[in-house]
């Protein structure tokens, strides 16, 4: 089976450009989180996403958005980038909306330039 | 109190040795706690994860210690390898408003180096 796959996995953008990252969980996943990782620090959460609802987001401003398909892909949006949002962008997947047996995707690395 | 604390930073030890990483954290509902390693250019792979009600899981070589009383619990390597040189987080789970889902809270992770 296939993990958890994050396209791209390098991105670059100017300052005040719109972004979209995109993720496909492990089949049969319902849920898909989304983690900002800046260098040299762990993971911060951003959104959950299950069965296409969201369930929670984390400290982060409106320019961040994302959403979920009918097939449980996800995508991240950010808007009006700013050059702190450089980081590893991390897709995770899991079966149910607990957090139990997360299996993250390796990255979307986004540098703002 | 959603914080949880991580340490060394960073960690060197011989082939063979039994690094140990310490992390301690606040909020008692807190209910279930991964460790996770990653890789440079890799995400996060989950190792090894333990519930409160449990004070040690080992998994192969890898070990966690848990204790509820004193908010803190570690992760052992025993019979450390070159092959586990990477950065090591430990995290734990929260429930979202309402408890309509959930999420992780990582610490700041350690890197360890296995010298040959």
């Known amino acids: 089976d296939a993990g958890v796959t994050q396209s791209p996995t390098h991105l670059i953008k100017t300052r005040g450009q719109q972004v979209t990252l995109r993720c496909s969980p492990i089949?049969?996943?319902?849920?898909v989180s989304w983690y900002q990782q800046v260098l040299g620090q762990g993971p911060q959460f951003i959104f959950q996403y299950y069965e296409k609802e969201e369930r929670g987001r984390g400290n982060f401003p409106d320019r961040f958005s994302a959403r979920q398909f009918p097939n449980y892909s996800s995508e991240l949006n950010v808007n009006a980038l700013l050059l702190g949002d450089s980081a590893l962008y991390l897709c995770?997947?899991?079966?149910?909306?607990?957090?139990?047996?997360?299996?993250f995707g390796s990255g979307t690395r986004l540098t703002v330039v | 109190q959603q914080q949880v604390k991580q340490s060394p930073q960073s960690l060197i030890v011989q082939k063979g040795g039994i690094p140990i990483i310490n992390c301690a954290y606040e909020n008692t509902a807190f209910d279930y706690f991964p460790w996770y390693q990653q890789f440079p250019g890799k995400g996060p792979a989950l190792l090894i994860a333990?519930?409160?009600?449990?004070s040690e899981k080992k998994e192969g070589r890898f070990t966690i210690s848990f204790n509820k009383s004193a908010k803190q619990f570690s992760l052992h390597i025993m019979d450390s390898q070159p092959g586990d040189s990477a950065t090591y987080f430990c995290?734990?789970?929260?429930?979202?408003?309402?408890?309509?889902?959930?999420?992780?809270?990582f610490g700041k992770g350690t890197t360890l180096s296995v010298s040959s």
């Open positions: 995290a734990a789970s929260t429930y979202l408003a309402n408890q309509a889902g959930t999420a992780l809270i």
């Open positions: 333990i519930r409160p009600d449990v």
């Open positions: 089949s049969g996943h319902k849920s």
């Open positions: 995770a997947s899991s079966t149910d909306r607990a957090n139990y047996g997360y299996t």
